[in-house]
């Protein structure tokens, strides 16, 4: 049963700091590459960070760049999000995301459950 169980959200002043967590099982985590998106109220998910399986590549939204990390410790088959400076923009509901592409480029994606960042005064 594949299992992605995200924890480290809650409530935090601005330029406060938070470290997501996306504990996988049930497939073969160093196959995939790991994604966090984020949903605020009445917006779209957004791709926030990315990380190629291996952990040599990554990506971020503009918005985070010189903010968010993004890591992988494919020996405890987590990811992690470190957030500092966080902003109210940030309030969202954040998720974990595992996607692999197959040799025909058919893609399997997992989603965990989601948790909430709130940034506020």
């Known amino acids: 049963q594949v299992q992605l169980v995200e924890s480290g959200g809650g409530l935090v002043q601005p330029g406060g700091s938070l470290r997501l967590s996306c504990a996988a099982s049930g497939f073969t985590f160093s196959s995939y590459a790991m994604n966090w998106y984020r949903q605020a109220p009445e917006k779209q998910r957004e791709l926030v960070a990315g990380i190629s399986s291996a952990g040599y590549d990554t990506t971020y939204t503009d918005s985070v760049k010189g903010r968010f990390t993004i890591s992988r410790d494919n020996a405890k088959n987590t990811v992690y999000l470190q957030m500092t400076s966080l902003e109210p923009e940030d309030t969202a509901v954040y998720y974990c995301?595992?996607?692999?592409?197959?040799?025909?480029?058919?893609?399997?994606?997992?989603w965990g459950q989601g948790t909430q960042v709130t940034v506020s005064s």
């Open positions: 995301n595992a996607r692999r592409h197959n040799l025909r480029g058919v893609a399997t994606t997992y």
